[in-house]
C-alpha cells in the first residue's frame, strides 16, 4: 500500500520545521515546494542525511514545480511574509493574500482530494482565500491557530503551577490575533480547571500573554517570527488527518450558524479525522465568554471585507 502523501507549500522556517517534525512521525512522504530554486533541494536533502539517526525512512523531495504536490492527501500552505516589530497579522493581509491566491490555484488544479491547511498570516482571514480559491467544501479547508494559541496558553499554565506540560490543556477560540479568547473555564490540569487553582489576577496576566505571545517572539528576533511552535501545531493536524486520529483541537473553521457565527472562518474546537473537520463541538459559553467571541469573529469579518475590496475573492 503506498505511503500518504503531504505537501508543503513554502520552505522557510515554519514549513520546514513542519516538515521535519512530521518525518519524525513516519506517517506520510513529504514533498516541499518553493519558488526560492534550491532551497526546498537542500532542506530536503538534509533531513534525508539526519533519517538514519533520528529513524525516519519517508520520502522527502524538494521542488519548484507545484505539479510535484499531485495527489496529496494534506497540502500545507505556510507561504508568505512574516511579521516584523511593530506589525500585527493583518498589516500582512494584501501582500500574502496574493500568495494564499496563487498557491491555492495550485492546490485545486493538482491536489483536488487534499485537505487544506493554513498557516500564513493573517491566518482567518488566509483561510478564506484558500476556500474561495480551491472551491474545496468547508470541512477540507482549516486554519493552523487555535492549536498553537492552546499550546502557548498551556506553556504559561505549567510554567506558573510548576506542573508537567503534558498535564495541561487549554482551549482558545476565535481569531489568530489579539482578541483571541482564551478560555480559562476549559483550561484543566489533570481535569481540574485552573480557575480553581490561580487567582484571577495571575490568570488574566496569563490570557494577555497568550494573545500576545506570537508579538512577544516578533520582538526579540526583529527580522522574522516564531516556527517552532507553529510547525509543532502543523504536525499535529497533519497527523490527525492522516491517521484519522479523531483530535480534539481548536482549528480555525468555517462556521453556518455555530455559536451565533455565519459564513466565517474563526477559532472553534473540532474533531479533526480522515476528512478534515469532522465535527465543530460547540461548547456552553457564559454570556461574557460568548461576547469575547463574537468581538472577536467581527475583527475577522473586517479583514474579509477589507480582503473583497482589494481582490474580490466573492
Given at each position: 500500500m503506498p505511503r500518504r502523501k503531504v505537501s508543503i507549500i513554502g520552505a522557510g522556517n515554519v514549513g520546514a520545521t513542519a516538515a521535519y517534525y512530521i518525518a519524525e512521525k513516519v506517517i506520510a512522504d513529504i514533498v516541499m515546494v518553493d519558488v526560492v530554486e534550491g532551497l526546498t533541494q537542500a532542506k530536503a536533502l538534509d533531513f534525508l542525511h539526519a533519517g538514519p539517526m533520528r529513524r525516519y525512512d519517508v520520502s522527502i523531495r524538494g521542488t519548484c514545480q507545484f505539479s510535484e504536490i499531485e495527489d496529496s492527501d494534506v497540502v500545507v500552505i505556510t507561504a508568505g511574509l512574516p511579521r516584523?516589530?511593530?506589525?500585527?497579522r493583518m498589516d500582512l493581509l494584501k501582500v500574502n493574500a496574493d500568495i494564499v491566491k496563487s498557491a491555492s490555484k495550485s492546490i485545486a488544479k493538482y491536489a483536488p482530494n487534499s485537505t487544506v491547511i493554513v498557516v500564513s498570516n493573517p491566518l482567518d482571514v488566509m483561510c478564506h482565500v484558500a476556500f474561495r480559491t480551491t472551491g474545496f467544501a468547508v470541512q477540507r479547508v482549516i486554519g493552523m491557530a487555535g492549536i498553537l494559541d492552546a499550546t502557548r496558553f498551556r506553556y504559561f499554565v505549567a510554567e506558573e503551577l510548576g506542573c508537567a506540560l503534558t498535564d495541561v490543556h487549554a482551549m482558545v477560540l476565535g481569531?489568530?490575533?489579539?482578541?483571541?479568547v482564551p478560555l480559562p473555564r476549559f483550561t484543566t490540569v489533570a481535569g481540574i480547571p485552573i480557575t480553581q487553582m490561580l487567582e484571577k489576577s495571575i490568570i488574566d496576566r496569563m490570557v494577555d500573554r497568550t494573545r500576545k505571545?506570537?508579538?512577544?517572539?516578533?520582538?526579540?528576533?526583529?527580522?522574522?517570527?516564531?516556527y517552532y511552535a507553529p510547525a509543532a501545531s502543523v504536525a499535529e493536524m497533519v497527523e490527525a488527518v492522516i491517521t484519522d486520529r479523531k483530535t480534539l483541537a481548536p482549528c480555525a473553521v468555517y462556521v453556518r450558524g455555530e455559536y451565533g457565527i455565519e459564513n466565517l472562518f474563526i477559532g472553534l474546537p473540532v474533531i479533526l479525522g480522515k476528512n478534515g473537520v469532522?465535527?465543530?463541538?460547540?461548547?456552553?459559553?457564559?454570556?461574557?465568554?460568548?461576547?469575547?467571541?463574537?468581538?472577536?469573529?467581527?475583527?475577522?469579518?473586517?479583514?474579509?471585507?477589507?480582503?473583497?475590496?482589494?481582490?474580490?475573492?466573492?
Open positions: 516584523k516589530p511593530g506589525m500585527d481569531g489568530h490575533g489579539d482578541q483571541m505571545g506570537g508579538a512577544e517572539i516578533v520582538a526579540y528576533l526583529k527580522t522574522g517570527s516564531a469532522e465535527r465543530i463541538v460547540e461548547l456552553d459559553l457564559e454570556k461574557e465568554e460568548l461576547a469575547l467571541l463574537h468581538e472577536s469573529a467581527n475583527a475577522v469579518r473586517k479583514g474579509v471585507e477589507e480582503l473583497k475590496s482589494f481582490f474580490a475573492v466573492h
